[in-house]
């Protein structure tokens, strides 16, 4: 599969350096912002074991033209250390890498490295472009809402409707309820605060991300979906596979777009079988296990990084191939019960990113990889 170079990563810190009088290697110094150099890789998320090749392109002060000068740079990761060219990782992970010479420096490229690339289905119905819609459902809650297990009665209630295949469900375990929630997260508190203005209390039942259900009721998250899901079929479906391990939890997705658009992908780490003893307002043992809590957003934890990064304009027909490298930041969170949600979003009549389409997978049993084909309108 063609990665394209789009991967929301972790923020991480770019490096540039100096050239010395004496002809000696580089020093760290300055950013030299001209952009003389520029640096790319002809693949930015590889397999451990795999190798890259990275390419350096220079200005010609006189000419203007672009110049090959890869065999006269020296490659640096993020922590100074020189790279080989071809570079073969030795660890998973992220790299960024940045090319020097002279007193210039290039762009910082970041290279995935995967312990294992989560393989795509097939595309059952290339031609097709007719996908089902599903809005992202976000139940905002907390381990001190006496209320919120009513709403998780109703979400239940809610998935044994016709509704169900039209929305795929987050909770939101962040602010004043969810002091001492095991369901708590950096990135729900992120979520929360991007939201925070529809949150007039808990529980609260948001779609994407401008819209909400008028109360917790059944009958208010059924007219709160009839308002938002397109039944005729959405701007763009996606495919996607999942794999992992205790520490990294990898995504690999496609994007085939149904109208021509610019749009944003971002994926979300989900885990499911949280046990909380401590809910308020138990009634029910179920009401004590957290399901689909938000866990992890690629990229940096910020209120404006919800939506993730642009991936530019797609035309009808198109697809569009990228990465996701989701860490395990915590010993108490369970693997092997992670999915990974991706969410397209694309401008709305406001001006606003706003969520377009949703595709949810789960690990398989025993944290073993598994994928999710386009869901196509029946």
């Given at each position: 599969?063609?990665?394209?170079?789009?991967?929301?990563?972790?923020?991480?810190?770019?490096?540039?350096?100096?050239?010395?009088?004496?002809?000696?290697?580089?020093?760290?110094?300055?950013?030299?912002?001209?952009?003389?150099?520029?640096?790319?890789?002809?693949?930015?998320?590889?397999?451990?074991?795999?190798?890259?090749?990275?390419?350096?392109?220079?200005?010609?002060?006189?000419?203007?033209?672009?110049?090959?000068?890869?065999?006269?740079?020296?490659?640096?990761?993020?922590?100074?250390?020189?790279?080989?060219?071809?570079?073969?990782?030795?660890?998973?992970?992220?790299?960024?890498?940045?090319?020097?010479?002279?007193?210039?420096?290039?762009?910082?490229?970041?290279?995935t490295v995967m312990a294992q690339m989560p393989k795509?289905?097939?595309?059952?119905?290339?031609?097709?472009?007719?996908?089902?819609?599903?809005?992202?459902?976000?139940?905002?809650?907390?381990?001190?809402?006496?209320?919120?297990?009513?709403?998780?009665?109703?979400?239940?209630?809610?998935?044994?409707?016709?509704?169900?295949?039209?929305?795929?469900?987050?909770?939101?375990?962040?602010?004043?309820?969810?002091?001492?929630?095991?369901?708590?997260?950096?990135?729900?508190?992120?979520?929360?605060?991007?939201?925070?203005?529809?949150?007039?209390?808990?529980?609260?039942?948001?779609?994407?991300?401008?819209?909400?259900?008028?109360?917790?009721?059944?009958?208010?998250?059924?007219?709160?979906?009839?308002?938002?899901?397109?039944?005729?079929?959405?701007?763009?479906?996606?495919?996607?596979?999942?794999?992992?391990?205790?520490?990294?939890?990898?995504?690999?997705?496609?994007?085939?777009?149904?109208?021509?658009?610019?749009?944003?992908?971002?994926?979300?780490?989900?885990?499911?079988?949280?046990?909380?003893?401590?809910?308020?307002?138990?009634?029910?043992?179920?009401?004590?296990?957290?399901?689909?809590?938000?866990?992890?957003?690629?990229?940096?934890?910020?209120?404006?990084?919800?939506?993730?990064?642009?991936?530019?304009?797609?035309?009808?027909?198109?697809?569009?191939?990228?990465?996701?490298?989701?860490?395990?930041?915590?010993?108490?969170?369970?693997?092997?019960?992670?999915?990974?949600?991706?969410?397209?979003?694309?401008?709305?009549?406001?001006?606003?990113?706003?969520?377009?389409?949703?595709?949810?997978?789960?690990?398989?049993?025993?944290?073993?990889?598994a994928s999710k084909a386009y869901e196509y309108v029946?």
């Amino acid at each position: 599969m063609k990665i394209a170079k789009f991967f929301a990563l972790l923020a991480c810190a770019s490096f540039a350096f100096v050239a010395c009088e004496n002809g000696e290697e580089p020093e760290p110094g300055p950013s030299n912002t001209s952009g003389d150099l520029t640096l790319t890789a002809d693949k930015t998320t590889i397999e451990l074991g795999e190798s890259v090749t990275f390419t350096v392109m220079q200005k010609d002060e006189e000419t203007g033209a672009e110049v090959d000068v890869t065999k006269e740079v020296t490659l640096y990761d993020a922590d100074l250390n020189k790279l080989s060219n071809p570079f073969t990782p030795t660890t998973s992970g992220s790299i960024n890498v940045t090319a020097t010479k002279g007193k210039y420096t290039s762009n910082t490229v970041t290279v995935t490295v995967m312990a294992q690339m989560p393989k795509l289905p097939a595309d059952p119905q290339p031609e097709n472009l007719a996908f089902n819609h599903r809005v992202v459902l976000i139940d905002h809650t907390g381990v001190n809402c006496g209320y919120c297990p009513e709403a998780t009665d109703n979400l239940i209630a809610l998935s044994k409707t016709e509704w169900h295949q039209h929305y795929n469900e987050v909770t939101c375990h962040a602010g004043g309820f969810a002091t001492g929630d095991p369901g708590n997260s950096a990135a729900a508190n992120a979520l929360m605060q991007f939201q925070n203005s529809m949150i007039a209390g808990y529980p609260t039942i948001c779609l994407n991300f401008y819209s909400k259900a008028a109360s917790r009721a059944v009958t208010a998250m059924k007219s709160a979906l009839e308002a938002n899901v397109k039944t005729d079929g959405a701007d763009v479906g996606i495919s996607l596979a999942v794999a992992g391990d205790n520490t990294t939890i990898y995504c690999a997705a496609q994007v085939k777009a149904a109208q021509s658009k610019e749009y944003k992908v971002v994926a979300w780490l989900l885990e499911s079988g949280i046990y909380s003893p401590n809910q308020a307002g138990a009634t029910k043992d179920y009401h004590r296990i957290y399901n689909y809590a938000l866990r992890n957003i690629s990229g940096e934890y910020s209120r404006n990084n919800v939506a993730g990064e642009s991936i530019g304009v797609l035309e009808a027909g198109q697809t569009y191939d990228c990465a996701f490298s989701l860490p395990i930041v915590s010993t108490k969170w369970n693997w092997e019960n992670m999915g990974v949600l991706v969410i397209v979003s694309a401008k709305d009549a406001n001006n606003r990113w706003e969520v377009v389409n949703s595709a949810y997978c789960a690990l398989g049993e025993g944290g073993v990889a598994a994928s999710k084909a386009y869901e196509y309108v029946e």
